[in-house]
């Protein structure tokens, strides 16, 4: 059975940092690139970042370079974002997602809140 579990969300104020994880399993995990996207309410879901299958390049959206960083742990399969400096605007719902070859899975979210 194909599982994506993200995990790591929560409330943080204006300023700190989180790390989400998402673990991966039912699938060769090590195929595929993984992106994190992120859906605030009444907003369309829109990509945050990029990981390739070898974890050798990755991208940003503009709003969240130099500040997020996507990286990733093929002998335990799991795909990490670790965010900092974080904005009330980066307020959503953070999924995972993993592509190859028109073979595509999604997770079911985690929360991330950033408020004082």
């Known amino acids: 059975q194909v599982q994506l579990v993200e995990s790591g969300g929560g409330l943080v104020q204006p300023g700190g940092s989180l790390r989400l994880s998402c673990a991966a399993s039912?699938?060769?995990?090590?195929?595929?690139?993984i992106q994190w996207y992120r859906q605030a309410p009444g907003k369309e879901r829109e990509l945050v970042a990029t990981?390739?299958?070898?974890?050798?390049?990755?991208n940003y959206a503009d709003f969240v370079k130099g500040r997020f960083t996507i990286s990733r742990d093929n002998v335990n399969n799991t795909v990490y974002l670790q965010m900092n400096s974080l904005k009330p605007e980066d307020t959503a719902v953070y999924y995972c997602?993993?592509?190859?070859?028109?073979?595509?899975?999604w997770g079911q979210g985690t929360q991330v809140t950033v408020s004082s």
């Open positions: 990981i390739a299958s070898n974890g050798a390049s990755t």
């Open positions: 039912g699938f060769t995990f090590s195929r595929y690139a």
């Open positions: 997602y993993a592509t190859y070859r028109g073979f595509d899975y």
